[in-house]
């Protein structure tokens, strides 16, 4: 997927396939833009399907460790791709873990965090399954914590 984003002009992102993208992202892009970002994740906002977007609570779950948005540059994408394992490809559930030491050591002055823009939502439902993905977590190379920058928020 970083190969296929890496091809792309401008910004790309990998979303989970249950996420919804609020009504506010076009201000968060803008945003990224003017601050010469190359990277962004966020932690995600769980809401209740039965009563809508809404119903997500006023601050993030804290139970609810998931980051299920990953945007990035062309350029980031081509480096992500360069240097990314070959365990880390068919649905790894490591690769976000992966991901977001990537960010953090070689994109960390482009690395924005969009949680606090509430623009990443997800619905509250049972039943995950992971992709197989490698059963060696300990051998792919992680630079640092996997964290989302503390300083560089965006916020619509």
Known sequence: MAEI????PGWSAIVNADIYLGDKFPIVEQ???NKNATCAASWRWEFDPARGVESAASERIPH???VDFFAAVQSTWRKI???ADERLRHGSAFFDT???SFFATFESTGYWDISPARVIFHP???GRKWGPGPQDHNLIKIWQ???LPDGAKIYA
């Open 5 to 8: 984003c890496a091809a792309q």
């Open 31 to 33: 945003k990224l833009k």
């Open 64 to 66: 609810d460790n998931g």
């Open 81 to 83: 791709a360069d240097i």
């Open 98 to 100: 992966w991901l977001l």
């Open 124 to 126: 509250k439902h049972e």
């Open 145 to 147: 914590w996997p964290v």
